[in-house]
């Protein structure tokens, strides 16, 4: 006879799958949720591995949807019965899916636990051997996992006075998404190696537990006196487990109430594991206290690009190694900063690249280099070998640059607000009119009126950000004198009216 009747929650959206977990006491009931996929496909491999006697699937999915999921359900296993979950809209699918093996549907969004139960105490009478054994107490695990995810408000502490009769705590915590990416393992097995070795000592309780689907977590409990055993015991799973590459091990600091548990995953194991990036040639960290992330300064966008239209490559090279130099001493998130830096060098290559310098195999292998380096020591410095190789090749394609033409583009640089003309340069440097514009053309690529304009608008962009000023003002303020014209300029460069860029912009900052 089966203790309990095991339950698969298939569904791509994980808010909902979490809802579906945490909406029951499920043992209580005499159910035990085994499992969660994100789509049919990864479902029925999983089913091979915990055997489920109800599957819980959602009909609209990515990769395999739950109609052919249902189908394919009861063609390999007759016996496991599959329970629809459909909105309104999808009923057409529902009734396909019913025709096709499926046991039951439930409606999404799900009005109470109580029909949901109905529903699967009803399915639950076609599976042979099934004796419900109903748990007076919810297994400690469950409460963990449901308090630290959020999903309860608090601990009822006299629960784990028997289990947890210790005055200090520490949590331990491993990404397994991270660990399984390219071990062969499964993570039950990689679990029970970890639990294992914890039980080995007996002065020590704990608790383990699957947060967010990913983040394992061993809640210890011990005696002051015993604090060096638990740190030595987290040292002796760290070298258990270092033949695994991806495996890395985040402590927290000590505290003395299991209510802080929840602020404790959230604002240090959590953030720790995240990190990992920061902590070369180590598979263990352990925190003093809870971590503060520092927020990142604005990066400078507008005058990089600046440089490089101006074809200064120097300056925005250097720029862009200070900023990102920056952000790793900070240690800001992993996925902002590669995702940033693959920007920000996109920008650059795609406008060398137009300059007539070729770097395409080089974005690619670059790009390829960022996504996989997980060592910010070694990230800084392939980006160093990479940032000297533009600058050679930036450098090479160089001509030797008239001292009137720097002179003229700083000229430029120090007086667009004002009302500038051709002419005034011709004046400044002793040309005629005609000549200059030439001139102007053929050592700058583009001519006087669209080179001012251009500066002109970028100093717009960002007044428009960062001030409250009328268009008009910001117009007049850069040496135009008609506001209208100011905007058909700024439209032409931006496809955006003056207006329009700054809601825009300030919608895209909140």
């Given at each position: 006879?089966e203790?309990y009747c095991k339950?698969?929650?298939?569904?791509?959206e994980?808010i909902?799958r979490q809802?579906?977990?945490?909406m029951?006491e499920?043992?209580?009931?005499?159910?035990?949720?085994?499992?969660e996929?994100?789509?049919g496909?990864?479902a029925?491999h999983?089913i091979r591995?915990c055997r489920p006697?109800i599957?819980?699937?959602d009909?609209?999915m990515p990769?395999m949807d739950g109609?052919?999921?249902?189908?394919?359900?009861?063609?390999?296993?007759?016996?496991?019965?599959?329970?629809?979950?459909s909105g309104?809209?999808?009923?057409?699918?529902v009734?396909?899916a019913?025709?096709?093996?499926a046991a039951?549907?439930i409606?999404k969004?799900m009005?109470?636990?109580r029909n949901?139960?109905?529903?699967?105490?009803?399915?639950?009478r076609?599976i042979?051997?099934?004796?419900?054994?109903?748990?007076e107490?919810?297994p400690?695990?469950?409460?963990?996992?449901?308090?630290?995810?959020?999903?309860?408000?608090?601990?009822e502490?006299?629960?784990?006075?028997e289990?947890?009769?210790?005055?200090?705590y520490?949590?331990?915590?491993?990404?397994?998404k991270e660990?399984c990416?390219?071990?062969?393992e499964r993570?039950?097995?990689?679990?029970?190696?970890?639990?294992a070795?914890?039980q080995?000592?007996?002065?020590?309780s704990?608790l383990s537990a699957?947060?967010?689907?990913?983040y394992?977590?061993?809640?210890c409990?011990?005696?002051?006196?015993?604090?060096?055993?638990?740190?030595?015991l987290?040292?002796g799973?760290?070298?258990?487990m270092?033949?695994?590459?991806r495996?890395?091990?985040?402590?927290s600091?000590e505290?003395?109430?299991?209510?802080?548990?929840?602020?404790?995953?959230?604002r240090?194991v959590?953030?720790?594991?995240?990190?990992r990036?920061y902590y070369?040639?180590?598979?263990?960290?352990v925190?003093a206290e809870?971590v503060?992330?520092q927020k990142?300064r604005r990066?400078g966008?507008?005058a990089?690009?600046?440089y490089?239209n101006?074809?200064?490559f120097e300056?925005a090279?250097?720029?862009?190694?200070?900023?990102v130099?920056?952000?790793v001493q900070?240690?800001?998130?992993?996925?902002k900063?590669?995702d940033l830096?693959?920007n920000l060098?996109?920008?650059y290559l795609?406008e060398?690249e137009r300059?007539g310098?070729s770097?395409?195999?080089?974005?690619?292998r670059c790009f390829?280099?960022?996504?996989n380096?997980?060592?910010a020591?070694?990230f800084?410095?392939?980006?160093?070998?990479?940032?000297?190789?533009?600058?050679n090749?930036?450098n090479?394609?160089?001509?030797?640059?008239d001292e009137?033409?720097m002179?003229?583009k700083?000229y430029?640089?120090e007086h667009?607000?004002?009302?500038?003309?051709?002419?005034?340069?011709?004046e400044k440097?002793?040309?005629?009119?005609?000549?200059?514009s030439?001139y102007?053309?053929e050592?700058?690529?583009?001519g006087f009126?669209?080179?001012?304009?251009k500066?002109?608008?970028?100093?717009?962009?960002?007044m428009?950000l960062?001030?409250n000023?009328s268009?008009?003002?910001i117009?007049n303020?850069?040496?135009y004198?008609d506001?209208?014209?100011?905007?058909?300029?700024f439209?032409k460069m931006t496809?955006l009216?003056?207006?329009?860029?700054r809601?825009?912009?300030?919608?895209g900052?909140?």
């Amino acid at each position: 006879m089966e203790k309990y009747c095991k339950v698969l929650i298939v569904d791509d959206e994980f808010i909902m799958r979490q809802g579906i977990r945490h909406m029951v006491e499920w043992e209580k009931e005499g159910f035990q949720i085994v499992g969660e996929a994100s789509d049919g496909k990864e479902a029925l491999h999983m089913i091979r591995q915990c055997r489920p006697h109800i599957v819980l699937a959602d009909i609209v999915m990515p990769v395999m949807d739950g109609l052919e999921f249902s189908i394919q359900m009861h063609e390999q296993y007759p016996d496991i019965q599959v329970v629809i979950l459909s909105g309104h809209d999808n009923f057409e699918y529902v009734k396909t899916a019913l025709l096709n093996g499926a046991a039951d549907y439930i409606l999404k969004p799900m009005t109470s636990p109580r029909n949901l139960l109905g529903i699967l105490r009803k399915v639950s009478r076609n599976i042979p051997g099934i004796q419900y054994c109903r748990e007076e107490n919810v297994p400690y695990e469950m409460y963990i996992s449901r308090y630290i995810g959020g999903f309860q408000r608090k601990l009822e502490e006299n629960v784990f006075a028997e289990k947890m009769p210790y005055s200090k705590y520490r949590l331990m915590g491993v990404d397994m998404k991270e660990l399984c990416r390219e071990r062969k393992e499964r993570p039950g097995e990689l679990r029970e190696k970890m639990e294992a070795y914890l039980q080995k000592n007996q002065d020590i309780s704990f608790l383990s537990a699957m947060v967010e689907e990913r983040y394992l977590l061993f809640l210890c409990n011990y005696r002051v006196k015993d604090k060096e055993e638990l740190m030595k015991l987290a040292h002796g799973m760290q070298e258990r487990m270092m033949h695994y590459q991806r495996f890395f091990l985040a402590v927290s600091w000590e505290y003395g109430s299991l209510q802080e548990t929840r602020l404790v995953f959230q604002r240090g194991v959590k953030d720790l594991l995240g990190m990992r990036f920061y902590y070369p040639g180590t598979n263990m960290a352990v925190l003093a206290e809870a971590v503060e992330r520092q927020k990142a300064r604005r990066f400078g966008f507008e005058a990089y690009m600046e440089y490089i239209n101006a074809e200064e490559f120097e300056e925005a090279l250097d720029m862009f190694q200070e900023y990102v130099g920056y952000l790793v001493q900070i240690r800001e998130e992993v996925y902002k900063v590669k995702d940033l830096v693959k920007n920000l060098l996109f920008n650059y290559l795609v406008e060398t690249e137009r300059l007539g310098i070729s770097q395409e195999e080089e974005r690619v292998r670059c790009f390829e280099s960022i996504g996989n380096i997980e060592d910010a020591e070694r990230f800084l410095e392939v980006l160093q070998a990479f940032v000297k190789d533009w600058r050679n090749r930036a450098n090479g394609r160089k001509k030797p640059v008239d001292e009137s033409v720097m002179e003229m583009k700083n000229y430029i640089r120090e007086h667009f607000r004002e009302n500038l003309e051709l002419a005034d340069l011709a004046e400044k440097w002793g040309f005629s009119y005609s000549y200059i514009s030439t001139y102007f053309k053929e050592n700058i690529q583009e001519g006087f009126c669209g080179y001012l304009n251009k500066m002109r608008v970028e100093e717009g962009k960002r007044m428009l950000l960062n001030t409250n000023m009328s268009v008009a003002d910001i117009g007049n303020h850069l040496g135009y004198t008609d506001q209208s014209y100011f905007c058909r300029v700024f439209k032409k460069m931006t496809d955006l009216t003056p207006s329009e860029y700054r809601r825009k912009s300030r919608r895209g900052q909140k």
